[in-house]
């Protein structure tokens, strides 16, 4: 059974369902605590209005899991030198790193997914895949798995890509019930993506 830290990443502008359905499936995982951190630790605000409460990026442990959502906050960010290099930081510290819909853009402006196939929000294509120099963007793909990087597609494809992971690293039994519990019905096809973007 899977037992690490998983730490999930927030920024003003995140996109909550990025965050919280592949939470819902990863909070099911025994012995796993998920906490939340942002660059400055406290109140951090989505798109919707609510806000959560995190810690500093300082307190995040080494070794972990890494969840990075996406969203409109991720524009601002993917200019922001230090908020950049601190994110290169986390990620060279984490076992394995999680992101969905523009999250994987910030990977690619920090330079962590060169030379790796990854995936992004389609209705962002152009903008995501506009960063990293040798970042393999794959264009039909509802997530992809390279190395300790996973990438999923847009907003409700973070659910997917969590399950996925669920069913690489404790079974398909586990990931089943997880999904059953959620009366969620997992895309368990990577290539099976009906938001594809013509190249």
Same mark, same amino acid.
């Given at each position: 059974?899977? #037992?690490?830290? +998983?730490?999930v990443?927030?920024?003003?502008?995140?996109? *909550?369902?990025?965050?919280?359905?592949?939470?819902?499936?990863?909070?099911?995982?025994?012995?796993?605590?998920?906490s939340? $951190?942002?660059?400055? @630790?406290?109140?951090? @605000? #989505?798109?919707?209005?609510?806000?959560?409460? =995190?810690?500093?990026?300082?307190?995040? *442990?080494? @070794?972990? +899991?890494?969840l990075? *959502?996406?969203?409109? @906050? =991720?524009? *601002?960010l993917?200019?922001?030198?230090?908020?950049?290099?601190?994110?290169?930081?986390?990620?060279?510290?984490?076992? =394995?790193?999680?992101?969905v819909?523009?999250?994987?853009?910030?990977? &690619?402006?920090?330079?962590c997914?060169?030379?790796?196939r990854?995936?992004? !929000?389609?209705?962002?294509?152009a903008?995501? /895949?506009? $960063?990293?120099?040798?970042?393999?963007?794959?264009?039909?793909?509802?997530?992809?798995?390279d190395?300790? $990087?996973?990438? &999923?597609?847009?907003?409700?494809?973070? /659910?997917?890509m969590?399950l996925?992971?669920?069913?690489?690293r #404790?079974?398909?039994?586990?990931? &089943?019930? +997880?999904?059953?519990?959620?009366?969620?019905? &997992?895309?368990? !096809?990577?290539?099976?993506?009906?938001?594809?973007?013509? +190249?």
């Amino acid at each position: 059974m899977l #037992c690490t830290p +998983i730490s999930v990443l927030l920024f003003d502008g995140f996109e *909550p369902l990025d965050v919280f359905g592949p939470v819902e499936v990863l909070g099911d995982l025994e012995d796993c605590k998920l906490s939340y $951190f942002s660059f400055s @630790g406290g109140l951090v @605000g #989505c798109r919707q209005g609510f806000r959560v409460e =995190t810690e500093p990026f300082a307190e995040v *442990p080494s @070794g972990g +899991i890494l969840l990075l *959502p996406g969203g409109m @906050g =991720t524009r *601002p960010l993917s200019s922001n030198a230090v908020w950049i290099e601190n994110l290169q930081l986390l990620v060279e510290d984490a076992q =394995t790193v999680l992101s969905v819909c523009t999250g994987s853009a910030l990977l &690619a402006a920090a330079s962590c997914l060169e030379k790796r196939r990854a995936t992004t !929000n389609k209705r962002s294509w152009a903008w995501a /895949t506009s $960063f990293g120099h040798e970042v393999f963007w794959q264009p039909r793909a509802r997530w992809v798995a390279d190395g300790k $990087f996973w990438t &999923a597609s847009g907003v409700s494809a973070g /659910t997917d890509m969590a399950l996925a992971f669920v069913r690489e690293r #404790c079974g398909r039994q586990k990931a &089943a019930a +997880i999904a059953e519990r959620m009366e969620y019905t &997992a895309n368990e !096809n990577a290539d099976d993506d009906p938001f594809a973007v013509r +190249i």
